[in-house]
Structures are given as structure tokens and as C-alpha cells.
């Protein structure tokens, strides 16, 4: 649990944002935890679509979702994606696969799409560019 001074959370989600990695893959999910995490952003982690929604109705400072699109459970990352718009429309949203690919109306407005493999560095600056301006600058 973080423990905050009076001023501390606002400074905190300002400067680094929260982000909430959805992948049902364990050893997928720690590499892009640990890209976020090196790159300054906060990291919360799910498995599904159902941890992930009880994430963020308990942290309402996520500023960002990335979420697989072939996740176990009854909803896939697309049909994930639009209700995370429809009940969260200020979080940021980024899907990625190496298998499915988005067809016409599979994402709602604002979602973004990345294909698997990725570079690091583009997976971090596609989720700056979600969350902007509240972004980590490191060099």
C-alpha cells in the first residue's frame, strides 16, 4: 500500500501516471509491467477482464489501460476496450495482439491498437501519448 503525505497523491498522479496492464499471460504481462515501470509510469496488473474492472472501480487514478485481446473469459480485449470507454471515458486505452487484428467497429473512438511483437520504446510512447500531458520524461 503507498502511503501519501496531505499533497503527495495529487503531485504523484500528475507526474506519474497509473497504468493497468491486462494480460492473462504471466511472463507477457511482467515485460510490459517492467517497460512501464522503467520508463516512470505506476503499474497495477490484472489477468482478465473481470480483475480489471474491479481495478478500476477501486483506483480511480488509472490513467491508462493496455489490455490483451485473446484473454480467457467471456469478454475479448475489443468488447473489454468498449466498456472500459462506455463507464471510464477518460481512461486511456491501448489493445494489443500478435493474432487478432481490429476490424471495421471493433474499436470504439480513442482506442488505440498495437501489434505483437513491439519494440519497448514504442509501447511506452504510444501509452505517454495516452496518457499526455501527464507524462514521465526520462531520458
Do not use: C, Y
Amino acid at each position: 500500500m503507498e502511503q501519501h503525505q496531505t499533497a503527495e497523491p495529487l503531485v504523484e498522479r500528475a507526474v506519474r501516471p497509473v497504468i493497468l496492464v491486462v494480460e492473462d499471460e504471466f511472463l507477457v504481462r511482467i515485460l510490459e509491467v517492467d517497460f512501464l515501470r522503467d520508463a516512470g509510469f505506476r503499474v497495477v496488473e490484472a489477468q482478465d477482464a473481470d480483475e480489471a474492472f474491479e481495478m478500476l472501480r477501486r483506483r480511480p487514478e488509472i490513467a491508462a489501460v493496455l489490455t490483451d485481446v485473446d484473454m480467457p473469459g467471456s469478454l475479448n480485449g475489443f468488447e473489454f476496450a468498449r466498456l472500459v470507454k462506455q463507464g471510464w471515458p477518460e481512461v486511456g486505452v491501448l489493445t494489443i495482439s500478435g493474432k487478432a487484428r481490429p476490424t471495421a467497429g471493433d474499436l470504439p473512438e480513442g482506442v488505440e491498437f498495437v501489434r505483437k511483437p513491439f519494440r519497448p520504446q514504442a509501447l511506452v510512447e504510444r501509452v505517454r501519448d495516452l496518457v499526455a500531458p501527464a507524462t514521465p520524461q526520462r531520458g
